[in-house]
């Protein structure tokens, strides 16, 4: 079974940067959007950044112009690279793909999430 694993998140001040990664185990046949989500304690999870396979990305209000997300077709990874970080920032990150099979049955894959803490 194929599984997303993220890697990059730790503890930085506010205004500092971090860089997430996220790859997929294997290779996913159909691999189409792939995005980062974030949920802060006694929140509903929400839609951080998401990118096509085409390049075309989308940003939650809260994080456009500080965070870019970007992604490796041929490596099956994407990356979320996150500036001017705030404490509102503070959530466990999950890594998200979606693929369909030339059936058309459509697959979404999660990651088991990393921390991101950032301090005043």
């Known amino acids: 079974q194929v599984q997303l694993v993220e890697s990059g998140g730790g503890l930085v001040q506010a205004g500092g940067s971090l860089r997430l990664s996220c790859a997929a185990s294997?290779?996913?046949?159909?691999?189409?959007?792939m995005g980062w989500y974030r949920q802060a304690p006694g929140k509903q999870r929400e839609l951080v950044a998401g990118?096509?396979?085409?390049?075309?990305?989308n940003y939650a209000d809260s994080v456009r112009g500080r965070f870019t997300i970007s992604r490796d077709n041929a490596k099956g990874t994407v990356y979320l690279q996150m500036n001017s970080l705030k404490n509102e920032d503070t959530a466990v990150y999950y890594c998200?793909?979606?693929?369909?099979?030339?059936?058309?049955?459509?697959?979404?894959?999660w990651g088991q999430g990393t921390q991101v803490t950032v301090s005043s």
């Open positions: 990118i096509t396979d085409g390049g075309s990305t």
């Open positions: 998200n793909a979606e693929s369909r099979s030339s059936k058309g049955t459509v697959y979404v894959y």
């Open positions: 294997a290779y996913i046949f159909g691999l189409n959007a």
